[in-house]
Structure formats: C-alpha cells, structure tokens
C-alpha cells in the first residue's frame, strides 16, 4: 500500500468519544510501565518520526514499531507523526500533536485531538469504504472508496468531498449527504451544505523545443531516471530537465522568446502558454549562464522572477549562489519579483536577491571593439565582446549568421553593446534606423591567436665562402645561419671569425667546412667573416680574404608580430611592448598610438599591468590581441 495521502484529515481539536467522556487533559500523563499484553493486536505502529508515545492500562513509553492493543493510545508530540496499519493491510497517518485511541479496529475510529489522514492503496483508493468517524457533533461515514476532509473550527467540524460521498447523522437532524464537490459545516446539530466556487480553468501549457547548436546536451523526461542525449530539435514536454555540458551550446525555443543556454547550464522546462496575447515561456531550476532573446513582446518565468519586455530585447541571466544576476543587453525589461516590479533599460544591471531586485554595476566586456565592417579578434578566453557604436542611442542586431535569423542580441541600446561568446563562430552585426534599414553593418572573426609564434626565426640560410657580399632577410629575428667554406688539403681544423666593423662578434673553431649560427645571435647591420684552416697544432695555414654579409630587416608581413609580452608573462614598471606591424598598418596598445620605425617596429614600455590590448587597424578593418600578465 503506498504511503501517498488520502485528503482525508479529521485536525486540530478533540473528535468526541463516548457522550460521558470529558476533554482530554493537556497535563502530562503519569508515568508507569507498561504492562505486558497477551491478547490479540488491533494494528501494528509501522512507522514514527520525531516524538511518540505510547499509553498502555495507565502507563506511558516511548513508543516503538510494534503491535497494537484495543484501548491503546498512540500520541505524538509536534512536528511528529506515526503509521498504523490493520490487519488487513490499511494504514492511516497521525499527523503532529496527536492522540488517537485504538478501538476493538480500525474501521470504527475515535480520535481524541488532533489529525488524522487515511493513505491510499496501489489502485488510488482510500480503502477506508464503510469508515466510521465518531465526532462530538454526530458520526461521519465514508461510502466505497470516498475522499475528503474534516477539519475541527470554532462550535463544529467542517469539510468538504472531493470523490464519493460522506454521509453525516446529526442527533435531532437526521441524516444528510455530501457528494463530491460540496462543502459542509456541522455545528450543534445544525447541518449546512454549500456549493465551493468553480476552480479556475488552469492555462494550456504546451511544449517547446531544445535545439542543439553543437556538442552534446542531454534531457530527462518526466519519469525517466537517467539523462539521455538531446535530438537536433527536441520537443520538451512539460517538467522535462534539460542540461548542457561543457564544449556545448542549445537553445530553448518557443515562439517570440527563446532561451540560448551556454555550457554548464541545466534546468527545467515548464512549457509555454499565453496570457493577455503574450507568449510566457516558463523554465525553473536554472543553473549556469542563459540569454533571453525577445523578437516580440513576450514573457519569460524563471523560478521566483519574471522578466516581460513590450518588444525586442536580450537579457543574460546568471544564477551567482543563491542570487540572480540580470543584466540587459538590450531593449527595456520589466523584472518581476514577488510581484514588484522593476524597469531595467539595455547596459543595466539588477542583482535579485531577498525578494527584491537591486541595481548593481554593469556587467563590462572582456574585450571593446570598434564597429567596423571587419573585425578580426586573436583573444582566447574573451566572454563577453563590447561593440562600440557611432550614436547615443542605437537599435542593433547581432546574430551568428549573415541573414540575421539566428540572433543573439537585438532591440535598443547606449553606445556600446555587450555580447556573451560561447563559440568561436563568426558574429554578425548591424545598426538599423526607424525604418529597419542597416545604417552600419560588420562581421566579427575570432582566429587562433600566431602573433608571438617566431616562425621566420626558425629558418635556416646558407652563407657560401663565395668572396662575394651575401645579404639574409629577416622578419621577427635573424634566422640561423649556416655558414660553408672552402676545404683546405692540409687543415684539420678552421677557425671562423665574424667581425662587426673591427669587433669580433663571433670566434669559433669547427673540425669541419661548416659552422651554424644560432638564430637571433646576430641583428641588422654590415658584417664580415672568414674561415682560416689550421694544422694539427692549431697553427694558421696561410690566409684567406674576408667575404661580407649584410643582415636585413624585411617587413613583408601582413599581420601583427608580438615578441614581448607573452600571455601569463610576470608584469613589472619595465614591462615593455616589442614587435613589428605591416607597413601599412596603425597600432594602438592601450589605447595609445604607437610610433613604428621605418621597418613597421615598435618597443615601447608598458609597466606593471594586467592586460596588454594591441589594435592594429588597416583601412576598415580592426585585428585585436590581447595579453594577460601577471603581477
């Protein structure tokens, strides 16, 4: 027999015994042990919580599961109950500050103070048909399988009747019946019955969609025990929990309001509904990141807060503990909150916490970028991109796909618009006017990030003894260099020279016609070099002439070359920024122009800081790098 209740309960104050029984006493009773028993049992206490006591022919214990004997009173004290069951396989519930005293059965109860609720069987049931509920103001008796409630007011006993019938014999008033749906009162033998008002039709709540944008998120259906991987369109019916693992992304979709859940967010989708016209999407348990894009006029219910915008808006929502973090990218957002509500404007933020919601600061992008019709960002770890915008006040669109079907952002914003990145996938933008129409338009690449990369340093170039001047290019360091002279008969060794107008920048001895130079040993500039043979003794064998090398700096790079900082690199006041840049390019690091050398070089200091943000703009297009440091 399951242990779902039954709405019968017969609560809070004496039920009547016997005419000549007086109130029971709130003293506590004397205590005395319990006297050995060896007559059949009535039912057996199969379980207890909390505080429960057991009276047995004048004395009292703590009671324990076992059985019970006609005339034994079960009492429990507050915030405790117990489970009796009869020999037929019925069990009824005592709730807190109960006692309830055992008949010769079950089926004929009497129950001294408090309540008491009889539990369903495995069809549903009460299994109570034929009940007998003696009371001071009459006897109440169940019919087959009959549900309902009793509850002790002021003078009397009121109830109603949700299946069945009960039927009440009221001394000097006869017998009267309440069928399902009625209510009752019973008050010294006067016997009233009246029809409770309508229940309200609950709204049609229908189903929505999870969409897989890529990895792996997983649902669980009602009833289902485990977590199973999503379709590409998958309907979620109501009370379906949905979680999105990391390395994945979906959304939730329903018509004129979606949900775009980023990785390590789960939930549970409530279904949709419409109220006044609108759209109400309905989500509870959140956990992690979420955006809320509005196309129209909508409604979203997230557990304890509402949000409802009047026309386009997006609002990443953000559970921090046991708080919510709103904060609108854009558009106007009402947010509800035990039913008081707040206006947040796009670029503001509320921070919901003890049933209300608080301004708190705006959430700032990792990375500000210009609203160029090319962008090209080379930042790994950047959450939220900023869109610096021409006007005041813009109405933009941002989406992840050129047609602006599948968007991310819209509606009204300041001068700058906040976008949540949860892939690398390019990003769309435009800027539209009252009429629709794009006023600035701009495409956002995120690109693996090769700028510190030295991969010309790691070629190697060929120096011949020709006597003739040799000249290498070089773009971020001077390659290595290998170094190839003429072979002497007699020398078993040579010693190479390599002089930088009468220094000596390089003095080696080899065993063979050949000598590699380290990359970046040498810089620009004029050099001259030579390769004397050497006998057994080291002794020099003749002379030869020197040959020339010229080592120049070719700017022919299309992109940005940081040498210096490098990501996680430690942060002091010397701290300085060095690279190239192409020829045609301007950069900017902080903030601040840069000037290049004729080579497109820089080195310039920029002390104990956090984060280095290089910009290179060529003609109308924008290239970002960003460096964390540590200090």
Known sequence: MSRARVVWLAALVALGGCPESSEPSLDAPVVKPLQPVALPSVATLVS?????????????????????????????????????????????????????????????VEVLAGDISFLTDDDGGSGW?????????????????????????????????????????VPDAGVR??????????????????????????????????????????????????????????PLEPGTAFQVPAGAAARVEAPGV??????????????????SGQSVLALSKVVGPMTLQFSQAGRAELGDVALTSAGPASVAVTQVGKKKRVDVRAGDVTVLVDGKPTTVKGGESVLVDAGAAVATPAAKAGLVVNALPRIRVYADGVKDLGIALPEESNRVQVAKDAAFENTVVQGAVGKQVVVPLTTRAPLYFRVLDEKGEATKSGRVDFLADTASARDTATRTDTVSETGQKATVFYQSKVPAL????REAPEAKAYRFQLYRDTSVVVDRKVNETRLVL???????????????????????LGSKPMNKLSVVYDNA????????????????????????????????????????DDGGRFSVKVGAVDTVLFRMVQGESDSYWLRRLKR
């Open 48 to 108: 207890l919580e909390g505080s429960v006591d057991l009276e047995r022919d004048g004395g009292v214990s703590k009671a324990v599961k076992g059985p019970l004997f006609e005339d034994d009173v079960v009492a429990t004290g507050s915030k405790s109950r117990a489970v009796l069951r009869d020999l037929g396989g019925r069990e009824l519930e005592l709730g807190e500050d109960t006692r309830f005293k055992v008949g010769a059965k079950l089926s004929s």
């Open 129 to 169: 048909s034929g009940l007998s509920v003696r009371t001071p103001f009459g006897v109440a008796r169940l019919s087959d399988g009959a549900t309902g409630r009793l509850r002790f007011v002021d003078g009397g006993v009121s109830g109603d009747v949700t299946f069945g019938t009960i039927e009440f014999e």
């Open 177 to 234: 019946t309440a069928k399902a749906g009625e209510s009752f009162g019973v008050s010294f033998g006067a016997l009233e019955f009246e029809q409770p008002p309508v229940a309200p039709v609950p709204p049609q709540v229908d189903p929505v969609s999870l969409v897989v944008e890529f990895g792996k998120p997983q649902v669980r259906r009602p009833g289902d025990k485990r977590f199973t991987a999503a379709k590409a369109k998958q």
């Open 258 to 275: 979606k949900a775009i859940i980023g990785a390590g967010a789960s939930g549970v989708a409530e279904g949709l509904r419409t109220e």
């Open 482 to 485: 290998t170094f190839v002279f």
């Open 518 to 540: 380290e990359p970046g040993v040498l810089e620009e500039g004029e050099f001259q070099w030579s390769a004397l043979p050497l006998d057994a003794n080291g002794a020099g």
């Open 557 to 596: 790079r299309t992109s940005l070359l940081i040498e210096r900082p490098l990501n996680q690199e430690r942060a002091t006041a010397e701290t300085k920024a060095i690279g190239a840049a192409p020829k045609n390019a301007q950069l900017f690091i902080n903030g601040k122009a840069v000037k290049l």
